[in-house]
């Protein structure tokens, strides 16, 4: 999966919780996520969309931050 790939399957995975294109772009850029340290578009360029995914299936589960 490409890395352009890899963002539009997380930003289209967190689009209902954001609310919308837009804030899930917002997130997605700017959003610290706690457990990495980074922000998932550091994440992904950092070739770790793994992690990313991993959170994201967690915290859609129940799971906390």
Do not use: H, R
């Not at 899930?24 to 994440?43: G, H, M, R, V």
């Amino acid at each position: 999966m490409t890395k352009q790939e890899q963002k539009k399957y997380i930003l289209n995975f967190i689009q209902e919780w954001a609310g919308s294109k837009q804030a899930a772009l917002q997130w997605y850029e700017s959003e610290i996520i706690p457990a990495l340290n980074k922000t998932a578009q550091d994440t992904v360029d950092c070739v770790d969309f793994k992690a990313v995914k991993q959170y994201l299936e967690y915290i859609s589960k129940g799971g906390f931050a």
